[in-house]
T-cell receptor
């Protein structure tokens, strides 16, 4: 299930189940979106990106969905594994600028 | 080589010390970034260099001084820091895409503790 604490929402998922992490973005002019995974003590690691002219993009075990109507982005992880445990950040950017707007992050906990 | 490296990995300094953080990339990227990240928070942008010129300073206090000696290197000079400056400092680089949307690649960070 999902819980929202004072700082970081947490999603707990059974190993082998699918995970869905959601993100509401803020700028309707943003045209490029990225998901990052950050493990404890490490820098954010690029997972998958999507441009605003698409609504779905698939990678290896991951899928990103973009709904521009409601400014919503989601990351789906298939067959979640213990190694997927991390904090996941979405980021949006308007092309031609350098400034990412990061979401607040979601901690994914994979239960054995 | 698709890696951004940062040194040192950990740094402990007093409020009167002067130290520097270093970042290097060999991906031919022409934009480099410094971020500050507090626990359980997303990265906060501090500085952006594009083509070795400072293009964004997010109103960062002058006790943080960035430097970009060449297109592969980025430094962050630290002086007279405060305990609240303790954080993970992340460097990132991006290629400056001409097709829109620029992917930033992050280094592992320097964990800074100010005593």
């Amino acid at each position: 299930g999902e819980s929202v604490g004072l700082h970081l929402p947490t999603l707990s998922v059974q190993e082998g189940d699918n995970s869905i992490i959601n993100c509401a973005y803020s700028n309707s002019a943003s045209d490029y979106f990225i998901w990052y995974k950050q493990e404890s003590g490490k820098g954010p690691q690029f997972i998958i990106d999507i441009r605003s002219n698409m609504d779905k993009r698939q990678g290896q075990r991951v899928t990103v969905l973009l709904n521009k109507t409601v400014k919503h982005l989601s990351l789906q992880i298939a067959a979640t594994q213990p190694g997927d445990s991390a904090v996941y950040f979405c980021a949006e950017i308007y092309s031609g600028t350098y400034k990412y707007i990061f979401g607040t992050g979601t901690r994914l906990k994979v239960l054995a | 080589d698709t890696e951004v490296t940062q040194t040192p990995k950990h740094l402990v300094m007093g409020m009167t010390n002067k130290k520097s953080l270093k970042c290097e990339q060999h991906m031919g990227h022409r934009a480099m970034y410094w971020y500050k990240q507090k626990a359980k928070k997303p990265p906060e942008l501090m500085f952006v260099y594009s083509y070795e010129k400072l293009s964004i300073n997010e109103s960062v206090p002058s006790r943080f001084s960035p430097e970009c000696p060449n297109s592969s290197l980025l430094n962050l000079h630290l002086h007279a820091l405060q305990p609240e400056d303790s954080a993970l400092y992340l460097c990132a680089s991006s290629p400056i895409s001409t097709s829109g949307g620029d992917t930033q690649y992050f280094g592992p960070g320097t964990r800074l503790t100010v005593l």
